[in-house]
């Protein structure tokens, strides 16, 4: 399928067409792709720069939708929110994959998990923060703020940011700890300036 091609407008709201397209109807299948490839490639590519690997990332998402669709639970998440979410976390996981030698931890930081739909209010405060986040992660040294990534937004243990950063485990629980305390004191300092 062609990205980017016209959207036919199926009646069903997202969580029925989501359903249907887990139980298995092609048609349900071809106008859930087509109600939402074009934001699914449009976060691939976003993050990725790379218009074969976004595809490929976009066409998985469908892949996993399709597969857990019947795991999809309106109260936590529109579908949309859902598949984007989805979508991202491939990307990354493609994005890391495909730079083995480490990734720059400036670049990492601006791929910090989109809001879940949240009141504009809410996103408006969710971002000032996530913006003073990745300030205080650009005043760190680079190692460690890499090692605090892998391990915050990762979820890597301090035995897997060690392998793989070619560094010994107390070195990379000390760049975690240094780099938590950094990070905190510059947030405090942040947030006493009137």
């Not at 407008?9 to 048609?27: C, M, Q, V, W």
């Not at 857990?68 to 979410?85: F, I, N, P, Q």
């Amino acid at each position: 399928m062609e990205w980017g091609s016209p959207m036919r407008r199926d009646p069903r709201s997202d969580e029925a067409l989501l359903a249907a397209f887990a139980l298995g109807d092609p048609d349900a299948g071809r106008d859930f792709v087509l109600r939402f490839q074009n934001r699914v490639f449009g976060v691939a590519y976003g993050i990725l720069g790379d218009q074969v690997l976004a595809e490929d990332v976009a066409q998985e998402a469908f892949v996993r939708a399709w597969r857990h669709g019947a795991s999809y639970d309106a109260c936590r998440s529109a579908v949309s929110t859902w598949l984007l979410r989805i979508t991202h976390n491939l990307a990354v996981d493609a994005l890391r994959l495909r730079r083995p030698d480490g990734t720059d931890p400036q670049l990492l930081a601006t791929l910090a998990p989109a809001t879940d739909g949240a009141a504009i209010e809410e996103a408006a405060i969710t971002s000032d923060r996530a913006g003073a986040v990745r300030a205080a992660l650009r005043q760190l040294p680079p190692e460690q703020a890499r090692a605090l990534l892998l391990a915050a937004y990762y979820d890597r243990t301090a035995a897997e940011i060690s392998r793989l950063e070619g560094i010994p485990l107390g070195t990379a629980k000390t760049r975690i700890r240094l780099g938590m305390r950094k990070v905190r004191a510059l947030l405090v300092q942040v947030e006493e300036v009137p």
